[in-house]
């Protein structure tokens, strides 16, 4: 499949690598592709530049959004919270439209400092405000609720016996998203049920951050027990 | 230990049953005892009248908020989480200075349908607003993650493997309501730190109520794995 990672940080980056090797044809979307290329420093989080990283994975080709999303079946949102909106709209509602969008971004606000509170919840959620913005857009939400490195290799805590959730309104589209979870380890997805459903998971995060310290790494996952 | 359990609901007489079954001494606490053995029509959840209730469990006592957390060495809060400070207003600050209070209840509002909304979220919570109302009372947030059954028989799911969390501000405190916690069956208990985490445990109850819709029964139960 033909997919295109918006976004160039960790999220991103694992999820190109990810779908790359499940022979799937990536392009990472950014802003301004020359000078995403052109950075030399480490990025906020302390990743090493995107060319670095590029040069290491040569079969994941970088656009800008537009091209990225024009050319994809399959878009995933691996934008920050906060220029999700933004950075769809640069990828361009008609590159976007009847496209299954999998949104991993979480509403998370950092202005006011850690832990971030969150600039949407309860009555919303970042997936509604996404699904309302394109309507044709065939938005799933999924992977919101655990580090990046589990979303592409579950079974690296606990052998993968963790719990997925999906949320959407689009039937087919989320059983599409359940076949590429899969295809990454996941076998415990959960059906939430409509895209109003991402607010529990996205609503998840505040106890993530506070599992995070208390455990000191983030690589521990959800399960729900039955 | 004597416990007063404040509140006459599905949580208020579970934790009073269960903790009667344990050997402690315990009184629910109402807001008018009078009228609550007069009710005789079940109650808005569905459950018989309390009357009907207290007969089969002769051994738990039942007074008025004060009176009941005047008694006690540890306080219970099951009540609604809309209703709480003021149930506890009434339980006294007096009587319930310096004591241990398991705060139990959700800050859900009902009022705009179901799903119930926050009233409080994210940059607050119910525990916090408990904890500044009454600053001397050593407030533990904890339970509110699961079904009153699994509250105190959480081996009804999967036998037990699950998470239960504490949050708050006094290590004593955490340390007596975790060993009632192990006395109930409760195996993997998570101190996430101070009250504000409590923050993250209210913010389960959206998932948890779309758990509930998604699988068509409350017998479930998070479990953190790492």
């Known amino acids: 499949m033909k997919i295109a990672v918006l976004g160039t940080g960790t999220v991103g980056r694992t999820m190109a690598s990810a779908f790359g090797k499940l022979g799937h044809e990536v392009t990472v979307g950014t802003r301004d592709p020359s000078s995403t290329m052109a950075r030399t420093d480490p990025d906020a989080m302390g990743n090493p530049p995107y060319s670095a990283w590029a040069r290491e994975h040569p ?11 024009r050319g994809a079946e399959l878009v995933v949102n691996a934008t920050s919270g906060a ?4 950075a769809l709209e640069a ?3 008609d590159n976007l439209a009847g ?4 949104d991993i971004a979480n509403p998370l606000d950092f202005s006011r400092g850690m832990p971030p509170s969150m600039f949407v919840k309860d009555t919303d959620s970042l997936a509604e405000q996404i699904q309302r913005s394109f309507p044709t857009v065939r938005v ?3 992977l919101n609720t655990m580090t990046a490195a589990l979303m592409v290799d579950p079974e690296l805590v606990s052998g993968g016996d963790s719990t997925t959730f999906v949320s959407g309104d689009d039937q087919p589209a989320k059983k599409t998203v359940t076949e590429l979870l899969s295809a990454l380890g996941h076998r415990d997805i959960i059906d939430l049920g409509d895209i ?3 607010r529990g998971t996205e609503m998840l995060l505040p106890i993530w951050l506070r599992l995070m310290g208390a455990l000191g790494t983030p690589m521990f996952n959800f399960k729900i027990v039955r």
């Open 59 to 69: 079969e994941v080709a970088l656009a800008a959004f537009a091209e990225a999303a």
């Open 83 to 86: 220029s999700s909106i933004t």
């Open 91 to 93: 990828a361009g509602a």
């Open 99 to 102: 496209k299954i969008l999998l």
């Open 140 to 142: 799933v939400k999924a």
């Open 196 to 198: 109003t459903t991402a």
